[in-house]
């Protein structure tokens, strides 16, 4: 064996040493992972139940410190990843791209969307929340997907594969305790009916001893291990694009920003303490407010990091109510994201049709409050002028101003040139395509040459909220396209801005600046 051994290493240096070397490699990183594990094990208990020093605040570089200690977790994600999406893309290519001019049958084209859709939905849920998170995120845009494709997709909002109910009842009973459910419960052991499973957590319906209907939300287990790692990877690609994009162009470095506000409020959605506290606030800032809204109310006693207690709605989706019902609400939708944009300060960023309900008196009701985030002051009377100026046409303000005291563009920099490239993308690009998708597309893609000249020789940026703006807008739209496939998003938006914008430079200032802009136009 011996000899056998040495000839093979003499007849083939390289990859006797390559082999050694990628055996060494994975035993050095097996060595590291299981050395942080035993360092763990004997030092920390996480606030989640499980041995873990991931932190419960969010925080980039203690999230990025534990992963990459554990190399062969790592990698097996990545691997995990690849081996749910390259079968899927082989496929696609080879039925659409490949034969699909072949297929004129219409029944075999339309069971062949609902095969990749369901095969689609399959690998969304097997890789877990972040990736079910892009699904619902893309289940309601009818201008993108065919509506075989949107009717599996749309599974993703609150019909993922169920934990067993004991694991579930697992984690009720150490979060809450039997002495509590007891005292609280109408029926503590039993008589809890699951009614939806989404991402991070599933929900039963189940009574109080006054009588009154609620709706408990149990967090499946180890999500803090899977969410934490996926956000690692996802700001490991912003470091990536920002080093390509800080060689290649004039870009000011925004990706990793851009996309660690979104994995920030990813992350506190795990909390649902947080969100409990979120959805007071917004209950009471609506109520004060007096929005045609209802936000359920949150009984503090059954809620815990991975409990949460809400009232019992009665209801449908809205995505499921009729189109009359859904063109009558969409309104109260973009007054109540607007709303909360350029007045409250904070914004629910997650509306997809699970979360948006019809109630039985026919009232919007906003649910789920894990993911939302805020907006300083500055920064919404900003955005507040930005959306008048883009809808009346004011791109010399628009630009020159708002871009710069948005973040967009550095304050110190001469837009002079930068004016009508900008102005053409605006005009062209948005506003002329409305909500719709292909149309937008197909403008900009007119346009490529100015889009090209903005990112690559200007100092262009993105704020780091406008990830969670542009999610929550993309949701709603989606909805709204559904039941109006005329609705367009940035008009829609206008009624609003105006009125907040009257309110910051009162009526004689605004006024002015309307007569002006006539008067240049």
Not at 45 to 62: K, N, V
Not at 385 to 411: N, W
Request: proline residues 5%; glycine residues 6%.
């Amino acid at each position: 064996m011996q000899a056998l051994r040495q000839t093979f290493i003499s007849k083939r240096p390289v990859a006797s040493f390559l082999t050694a070397s990628l055996a060494g490699g994975i035993s050095y990183a097996f060595f590291i992972e299981q050395k942080a594990d035993t360092k763990v094990s004997s030092s920390s208990l996480s606030a989640g139940g499980g041995i873990t020093s991931i932190p419960r605040e969010y925080d980039r570089d203690a999230i990025a410190d534990y992963w990459k200690q554990r190399p062969i977790s790592v990698v097996s994600r990545i691997g995990m990843i690849g081996y749910e999406f390259i079968p899927l893309l082989s496929n696609y290519i080879i039925d659409f791209k490949i034969f699909n001019h072949k297929n004129n049958d219409l029944d075999r084209q339309q069971e062949t969307y609902i095969s990749h859709a369901a095969k689609l939905r399959q690998a969304l849920t097997n890789l877990g929340p972040a990736f079910i998170k892009f699904g619902q995120q893309i289940s309601i845009r009818p201008d993108l997907l065919p509506a075989p494709v949107l009717k599996e997709l749309q599974k993703l909002c609150d019909a993922v594969e169920p934990i067993p109910d004991h694991i579930a009842m697992q984690t009720l009973m150490q979060e809450i305790g039997q002495e509590t459910l007891d005292k609280c419960l109408l029926h503590p052991s039993s008589k809890m009916e699951l009614v939806a499973a989404a991402s991070l957590g599933q929900v039963y319906k189940t009574t109080l001893k006054s009588g009154q209907n609620v709706a408990l939300k149990i967090q499946r287990p180890d999500m803090i291990q899977k969410v934490s790692l996926d956000l690692f990877l996802l700001n490991q690609y912003g470091l990536f694009l920002d080093t390509i994009f800080e060689v290649l162009t004039n870009q000011i470095p925004f990706h990793v920003n851009f996309i660690d506000c979104f994995a920030r409020a990813s992350f506190e959605e795990l909390d649902y303490e947080k969100e409990a506290k979120n959805q007071l606030f917004f209950r009471k800032e609506f109520e004060k407010r007096k929005c045609q809204v209802h936000i359920p109310l949150v009984f503090d006693q059954l809620t815990t990091r991975r409990v949460i207690c809400s009232e019992w709605i009665d209801g449908v989706k809205l995505a499921d109510a009729g189109q009359d019902t859904i063109r009558r609400l969409i309104p109260v939708g973009v007054e109540l994201f607007m709303t909360q944009l350029l007045d409250i300060g904070a914004f629910h960023a997650d509306p997809h049709p699970g979360n948006l309900y019809v109630t039985d008196k026919g009232v919007l009701c906003l649910l789920d409050f894990g993911l939302c985030a805020q907006i300083d002051p500055l920064s919404r009377k900003a955005l507040t002028t930005a959306i008048v100026h883009l809808l009346t046409g004011d791109f010399d303000s628009l630009i020159a101003r708002d871009a710069k005291d948005l973040g967009f563009l550095p304050e110190e920099m001469d837009v002079t040139e930068l004016k009508p490239i900008l102005t053409k993308i605006l005009a062209e690009g948005l506003l002329e395509s409305g909500s719709n998708l292909h149309a937008r597309k197909r403008n900009l893609m007119n346009i490529s040459n100015e889009l090209n000249e903005v990112f690559f020789q200007y100092p262009f940026s993105v704020p780091p909220f406008f990830a969670l703006i542009t999610r929550g807008l993309g949701l709603l739209e989606g909805i709204a396209l559904s039941g109006d496939s005329d609705f367009d998003i940035f008009q829609a938006s206008y009624p609003y801005a105006r009125k907040r914008a009257v309110k910051i430079y009162g009526v004689h200032r605004f006024g002015r600046l309307q007569r002006k802009l006539t008067e240049m136009k």
